[in-house]
């Protein structure tokens, strides 16, 4: 890892100088750019104490590539990655609470656009952590900083070596493991979502792996009625996840006894 890391476009930005600003070393704004929402960063890294320079274009775009930076440029403190030794602590943590465990997990989901859309949605869901492997798979990247819009500093991102032993020791912790799967008989909405949860997708087209596939205790598909055999991994996610969230708010209020 190097030294430093590079996080870029507005909403990233602006979720490290809100959430984690002593992380921020450096903050590159494009020469010219005097907009609203550039200001507004501006007095956050001045809240903070970031220094700020402004610079031409080209050198946001080396840094960027062909990936949109939109005029800002943070330079960050790299945070050390989590892995499988977190999760118990972070399990462990909801114990006693009301918060009931819904975990989301990427099997082989390589594309950094669609890990940070997995990322939005999985805050937006209020998930406890997104777990993914470690080998041949997205990583968090700039561009899924980017595309997270902030979720990557405020949802945990577990990667693993060994995702079919992860997924046994969720069982330990008695959560449920729903995989999606095109040749599953069950159907998501008749899946009870309520407890704790953790949901499996798979890499488009592959779909889960045999061992991953293995490790679930059931298998439910998303009904399509058109076409198409499937359904972007992310708006995957969002639809399941979002079940999820309606069954768990049925079940808060629910009469007790």
Known sequence: MSANESVF??????????????????????????????????ELAAQAGVSVRRVARRELEAVAGEARH???????????ALGERDLPDLLMGLEGSATVPLLLVLDGVTDPHNLGACLRTADGAGVTAVIAPRDRAAGLTPVAR????????????????????????????????????????????DAD??????????AEGKGMRRLTMERCDALVKLPMLGQVESLNVSVAAGVCLYEAVRQRRIASTAPKG
């Open 193 to 202: 979502l309520a407890g704790p949860t953790a949901l499996v997708l798979g």
């Open 146 to 189: 980017k595309v997270a819009s902030g979720a990557a500093e405020s949802v945990p991102f577990i990667q693993v070596t060994n995702l079919a032993r992860t997924l046994d020791l969720l069982k330990e912790f008695n959560i449920w493991i729903v995989g999606t799967s095109g040749e599953a008989t069950g159907d998501l909405y």
């Open 9 to 42: 476009g507005l909403h990233a930005v602006d979720a490290l100088l809100r959430r984690s600003p002593s992380r921020v070393r450096e903050l590159r704004i494009q020469e010219g750019r005097v907009d609203g929402r550039v200001q507004a960063l501006l």
């Open 70 to 80: 939109q005029g800002v440029i943070a330079t960050v403190e790299p945070v050390a």
